[in-house]
């Protein structure tokens, strides 16, 4: 009996120093180390933590976990992490964009910022004032300097930078002037190339972008067919490409065509009826086509031709009709009773005089951020279906509401102050939010 229990003793002291040996054993383990170690659903939990209710209804994606990739998955969580420092896109609201310009880093030379002092058409008033191109870094084609410089729409850096710069805006989409690949405007070089870029980075912020389709050499219907259908095939597919959902149930892109008016209505009509045998309706490349409304006359036009709407784009209040803004109230109406989309066109102000030396009177002051707050009340006065912000970055003109800085060099330069460089781009994310609730009340109603 005495030998059982000394057994009996022996036993238990083995077991229990097992038992702290297997304690200080899983101790020494590092988190990484147990097989108990869960990493898929901290990752899950980061992807279900979006900015809001609009982010996931369009930008929604599959979680995707490569575990033998942690360092991509760190970088995911970081952008989801920065990209919850910024409002929600508001997919409502447009900014013109362009990619036009260059730099000898990039492009090996400048492109665009030494554009040339063009020549009033009147020869006697022309010999008035200065002509010749603008020479870059110092002199700039533009009457603001931005805060990057003269930079290049292919610098990745920079399109990183004009991203962050516009969902700090809240702006949802861009609208990026474009020709057709082997084809620039008269200052610039071919654009087609930076698409894929462009949209790759547009895509990480959750940014969506469409075509501003400008008036290229030979512009007709029947290439215009043949253009959008390039568009389409080669870009339809990706997940910036912005689409819209019309009231009939289609899911289609939409298409600025700007200065649509140079092509008359019986020409466009072929191209954007149902009814003419070449028409680009209810084929696999049928989308929404935005004109632009220059003259009162345009209205009938517009709709003859068989566009599914009106844009105004030029920032200069009381420049043309359209951009003349209590004139939108009854533009609206007339898209209202015409089963049109009014998309007026706002700008925190206007000056081009570095371009166009002459051109003094379609000037138009900022007043420290007062204009650009008119402009976007009176836009939602007329309860338009989307606003259009002229621009995100056309310092030709004047209209940009990227980040300038004070800057004097061979040219004095105006500036935002007394205002930080991000001015517009706050005033932009107050009426965001504002159009944005203004838009669910209207639906309400």
């Known amino acids: 009996m005495a030998r059982f229990r000394l057994k009996s003793c022996i036993s238990l002291i083995a077991l229990a120093l097992l038992l702290l040996i297997i304690t200080l054993v899983l101790k020494t383990l590092t988190p990484e180390d147990s097989p108990f170690h869960?990493?898929?659903?901290?990752?899950?939990?980061?992807?279900?933590?979006?900015?809001?209710?609009?982010?996931?209804?369009?930008?929604?994606?599959?979680?995707?976990?490569?575990?033998?990739?942690?360092?991509?998955?760190?970088?995911?969580?970081?952008?989801?992490?920065?990209?919850?420092?910024?409002?929600?896109?508001?997919?409502?609201?447009?900014?013109?964009?362009?990619?036009?310009?260059?730099?000898?880093?990039?492009?090996?030379?400048?492109?665009?910022?030494?554009?040339?002092?063009?020549?009033?058409?009147?020869?006697?008033?022309?010999?008035?004032?200065?002509?010749?191109?603008?020479?870059?870094p110092e002199d700039i084609g533009a009457n603001y300097y931005p805060s990057l410089g003269p930079y290049s729409s292919r610098d990745p850096a920079v399109l990183e930078a004009h991203m962050q710069q516009l969902r700090t805006a809240a702006i949802g989409v861009i609208a990026v002037s474009w020709y057709p690949p082997s084809t620039n405007d008269d200052n610039g070089e071919p654009l087609d190339e930076i698409m894929p870029t462009l949209l790759e980075v547009a895509h990480k912020y959750h940014i969506k972008v469409v075509f501003h389709i400008e008036p290229y050499k030979g512009r007709d219907e029947v290439n215009m067919f043949t253009n959008v259908k390039y568009i389409i095939e080669k870009y339809g597919d990706h997940p910036a490409f912005f689409k819209y959902r019309t009231n009939a149930g289609k899911l289609l892109p939409l298409f600025y065509v700007y200065d649509s008016y140079l092509i008359n209505?019986?020409?466009?009509?072929?191209?954007?009826?149902?009814?003419?045998?070449?028409?680009?309706?209810?084929?696999?490349?049928?989308?929404?086509?935005?004109?632009?409304?220059?003259?009162?006359?345009?209205?009938?036009?517009?709709?003859?031709?068989?566009?599914?709407?009106?844009?105004?784009?030029?920032?200069?209040?009381?420049?043309?009709?359209?951009?003349?803004?209590?004139?939108?109230?009854?533009?609206?109406?007339?898209?209202?009773?015409?089963?049109?989309?009014?998309?007026?066109?706002?700008?925190?102000?206007?000056?081009?005089?570095?371009?166009?030396?002459?051109?003094?009177?379609?000037?138009?002051?900022?007043?420290?951020?007062?204009y650009y707050e008119t402009s976007l009340s009176s836009a939602l006065e007329s309860r338009p279906d989307f606003i259009s912000v002229t621009s995100f970055n056309e310092w030709h003109e004047g209209t940009q509401i990227e980040t300038a800085v004070p800057k004097t060099g061979l040219s004095v330069y105006l500036d935002y102050l007394p205002n930080k460089p991000t001015i517009y781009l706050e005033i932009t994310r107050k009426w965001a939010a504002i159009f944005g609730g203004e838009r669910q009340r209207w639906q309400d109603l």
Not at 61 to 87: F, G, H, Q, W
Not at 115 to 126: E, K, N, R, S
Not at 290 to 303: F, M, N, Q
Not at 314 to 334: E, H, L, M, P
């Open 38 to 136: 869960r990493p898929v659903e901290v990752q899950v939990d980061l992807h279900r933590q979006t900015a809001s209710q609009n982010q996931r209804e369009y930008n929604k994606r599959p979680v995707e976990i490569k575990m033998s990739d942690p360092a991509e998955s760190d970088r995911d969580a970081e952008l989801e992490s920065t990209l919850r420092k910024y409002p929600p896109p508001n997919y409502y609201l447009h900014a013109f964009y362009y990619i036009w310009y260059g730099n000898p880093k990039f492009d090996g030379k400048y492109i665009h910022w030494d554009h040339p002092q063009l020549p009033h058409w009147d020869a006697q008033v022309a010999q008035q004032y200065p002509q010749g191109r603008h020479v870059p």
């Open 265 to 370: 209505s019986e020409q466009w009509a072929k191209l954007l009826k149902h009814t003419e045998s070449g028409s680009i309706r209810d084929t696999p490349y049928d989308g929404i086509f935005i004109a632009l409304l220059v003259e009162e006359k345009h209205k009938r036009e517009i709709l003859t031709a068989g566009f599914d709407g009106i844009y105004t784009y030029f920032a200069t209040n009381g420049f043309t009709y359209g951009s003349t803004q209590r004139n939108w109230v009854s533009i609206k109406a007339f898209c209202e009773d015409n089963d049109l989309l009014f998309i007026p066109s706002v700008g925190p102000g206007y000056i081009d005089t570095s371009v166009r030396p002459w051109n003094f009177k379609n000037t138009r002051n900022r007043i420290n951020g007062k």
